[in-house]
């Protein structure tokens, strides 16, 4: 099964910077994964982030995040990075990691799509890791 794991919360001051990480498990191309970011606020829905697509770098970000945040993947590592600078008490949330993997040796094409991936739609979800943004 496909797994991705979350590491890199934390607290940090408005204004600083951290990076999360997500490392994938389970689907032996890692050229066939794209992978998301998404997060959820208390009392708030969850929204996506950002998401990359590793077998060309695309990369899809929210309006609210672009120039701020970066997404990018490590293949040797099977891991993808969200640095995220000029932090706002607005970031707050929990950040989630997840998965949607396209076999390539089945004709699909990895891809993010136009608006991030889709949630209902994915191979796997990680535990979760909590971005506090203090004012």
């Known amino acids: 099964d496909v797994q991705v794991v979350e590491s890199g919360g934390g607290l940090v001051q408005s204004g600083g910077s951290l990076r999360l990480s997500c490392t994938a498990s389970?689907?032996?191309?890692?050229?066939?994964?794209?992978i998301g970011w998404f997060r959820q606020a208390p009392g708030k829905d969850r929204e996506a982030v950002s998401c990359i697509s590793i077998i060309d770098g695309n990369t899809y970000y929210a309006d609210s995040m672009k120039g701020r945040f970066t997404i990018s993947s490590d293949k040797a590592k099977k891991t993808v990075f969200l640095q995220m600078n000029s932090l706002r008490p607005e970031d707050t949330a929990v950040y989630y990691c997840?998965?949607?993997?396209?076999?390539?040796?089945?004709?699909?094409?990895?891809?993010?799509?136009?608006?991030?991936?889709?949630?209902?739609?994915?191979?796997?979800w990680g535990q979760g890791t909590l971005v506090t943004v203090s004012s």
């Open positions: 389970g689907h032996s191309t890692f050229d066939d994964y794209a």
């Open positions: 997840a998965a949607k993997v396209f076999p390539t040796n089945f004709g699909l094409r990895p891809t993010c799509g136009l608006s991030g991936l889709r949630p209902n739609h994915l191979d796997a």
